[in-house]
């Protein structure tokens, strides 16, 4: 896979794989839920970088970020690069493995339920602007 450039351009579509039908995505509706935008502890949610990659190399990518998760990929919601900054998240280049990166700039507050209040508005409005692509199982 060739290198991506060091900056996230807003025109690049972005994928957040998924790997929960229960908590990150309804198979019937095809809509991706909230649970796959939820921020880990860290506050760096992994995405990768997906423009210009067909399917099949779509899926590579899910597949090697499932291997260091030691978690059964399911499928990714795309999204462009865009939206994550219009609710002010940044996306910061961060292989391995290639194309991956880091959506960080999650809202922090004191208050725990206004803290998570904020974080799941961000989420909806990255779900509305998802597409769910789902990976036929192997």
Known sequence: ???RPPRVDEAESIARFVFSEKNEYNPRTMKVR??????????????CRVSGLDFAARKSCGEAVAALSK??????????CLAYRRVQLELL???PPPHH???VGWPTNPDEIEQRA??????ESLCAESELELYPSA
Do not use: E, H, W, Y
């Open 118 to 123: 904020m974080r799941l508005k961000i989420a």
């Open 34 to 47: 909230t649970g796959a935008f939820k921020p880990p502890p860290n506050l760096k949610m992994s995405v």
């Open 71 to 80: 978690r059964a990929l399911k499928g990714a919601a795309i999204t462009k």
């Open 101 to 103: 990166a880091d959506a």
């Open 93 to 95: 280049p961060s292989p």
């Open 1 to 3: 896979m060739a290198s």
